[in-house]
Each structure stands twice: as C-alpha cells, then as structure tokens.
C-alpha cells in the first residue's frame, strides 16, 4: 500500500516540524533571556552622594531605569550663596550707574576729539598762509612809520633823490636790487629778513598745527576709551559675586558628577558581554536535543526502508505468512 508508506512519511515530517518549532521557540526565549539578563548586568545605576556642600540625589521609574537626578545644596552652602546673591544684586545697580558716572568723561572726550578734527581739516600750508597774514597784519603799522621817519630825515638832508646800489638781473632770472639810498636799502634789507624769518615760523606753525591736533585726537580718543573701559570695570564687582554663586553651586553639582561616575564605574560591559555570549552559546547548544523527536524519526526512517515497506505490504496484500493473519484479513479489519 504506497499510501501507508507515504502516510508514515508526513506523519513523521509532522511530528519532526513541531519539534524544530517548539525548539526553535525555545531558543529565542533562552536568546531574549541572555540579552535581558546581559542588558540588566550593563544598566547604569547611579549612587546618591552626600559632603559638607550637598547631595544628590536619583530617581528611578518602574522598569528600573534613571527617570531624574538632581542635588541639594547643604543650609551653610545655600546661605552663603543668598549673601553672594545679594551682593551681586548691588554690584549690578553699580554697574547700572556706570554710564552716567562716566558721561562727563566721555563728553570732554568728545569735544577734544571734535577739536582735534578741526585743527587737522588745515593742511599745513593754509596754517602759515594764516599765520604770514596775521603777523604782515601786526606789523604794517609799524614798518609803515619806519618808512614815513625815514623818508623824512632823507628828505631834510636833502637826499631824497640819491639813489646808488642798483644790481641786474640774478642769474636765475629774478630782478635786481633797485638803486635806492643806502639808509632805504637797508631798511628793505631788514624788513625782506624779518619776512624770510616769518616765512620760516609760519612753516613751523604749520607743522606744530598738525601735531597739536594729532595730540587732541589722542588725547580726546583716550579719554573715551577710559569712559568705557570705567563702564567695562563697573561690572567687575558684580561679576565677581556672581561666579561666588556659581562656585559655590558647582561644589554642590560635585555630589551628582561624583554620584554618576561611581555609576558609571559600576557598569560591567565586559561581564554584560560574557553573560550574554555564554546565554547565547547555550541556547545554540540545546536547540538540537531540543528538535530530536525519536518518534518521528523512526516514522521517517522506517518509511525509507524498502524491506519494512514490503513486508507491510505483504501484510495488507494476503500474502504474509505470519500464522492467523489469514483469518484477521478475511475478518474485513483490513481493507
């Protein structure tokens, strides 16, 4: 009978397919098993940390995970922080007045600065045109009397008219002296002197010009640089209480650095990863006794042997000669 034989085959596929299912369930449970067991071995665990400025202090939800952490400042830390508050509330009203306490210097700043400008707005020439005007100015007066004495002794002495010292042409093309009196060549001689010497003032006023307002500038850009550096350096009190809080806040922040890294220390990766490679290995290792079903193992050999099969055909065919068979297929059992 080929359907007994193909029968006994699936029957025995059956049984061996559930086994490798059940085992294969198996293993994965044993895998989830090796994971949790090595992810529970590596969780950070935090300790709470207590010293003279704090503590801190660690939360966990109910899976067993970090769901907050903070730190307390102890009463003496957190007091002497509240009068570092306080002071740091008065260096920041100094400070606030800082601008208005140093305006005067920066306005005079200001204006020696505007001042300084003005003088360098001259080029060095305008200057000692200015000046040669004012000084021709200043003295005209007074060359115009010399002139007017003069001409009045040469003309009592009856010399008006004299005139000697005349000169040509220079040889760089300029004209001469004229002939004139000696008392009136020297007064031209002592007045082209005078404004040869003016010349040379009137240059040298220029140039100090141009220093002078150089020096107002300088002067003028220095005072308003101290006027903000004075505004820069009214916050330094306030400054310095300020970083008063916040050092005495990090001496109690120590507590929850402290407190993380023993957590963190108390970490085994390594350990996590050996429990989690042996879990492995183990579940590798019991999943083939785990899917041997000797049952369907001998369905499913005794399917493939060709001297089994035939003698149970034999059987069901009447032509067995096992003793009484003969009567138990004539009963109609077998079909």
Known sequence: MPWIIAGAGLLGGYLQGESAKSAANTQAAAQREAGRLAAEEARFRP?????????????????GRVSGAGYTLSPETLAMQNRFMGLAGQG???????????APLMQGGQGLFNLGSQYLAQSPEQVAQRYMAKRMDLL??????????LQNTLFQQGRGGLS?????????????????????????????????ALSAEAEQAGQENVRFGAGLLGTGGNLITQGY?????????????????????????????????????????????????????????????????????????ASKNPQLMSGVKNVFSGKSSVPGWDDYVASGYVL
Do not use: C, H, W
């Open 164 to 196: 000697v010292g005349g000169t040509g042409l220079r040889p760089g093309g300029g004209e001469g002296l004229r002939a004139t009196t000696p008392e009136m060549e020297a007064y031209y001689n002592a007045i082209a002197q005078q404004d040869a």
């Open 229 to 301: 550096q004075g505004q820069v350096g009214a916050l330094s009190p306030y400054q310095a209480y300020l970083q008063g809080v916040t050092g005495l806040e990090s001496l109690g922040e120590q507590t929850l650095n402290t407190g993380i890294n023993i957590g963190a220390k108390g970490m085994s990766p390594s350990a996590a990863n050996a429990m989690y490679g042996g879990g492995m290995a183990a579940a590798g290792s019991n999943y083939a006794a785990n899917a041997y079903n000797p049952f369907a193992t001998a369905l499913m050999g």
């Open 140 to 149: 005209a007066p007074s060359r115009e009397r010399s002139m007017a004495q």
């Open 47 to 63: 300790v709470g940390v207590t010293n003279r400025f704090g503590s801190s202090q660690f939360t966990t939800g109910p899976d």
């Open 92 to 102: 920041l009203t100094q400070a606030e007045g800082a601008q208005q306490q140093f």
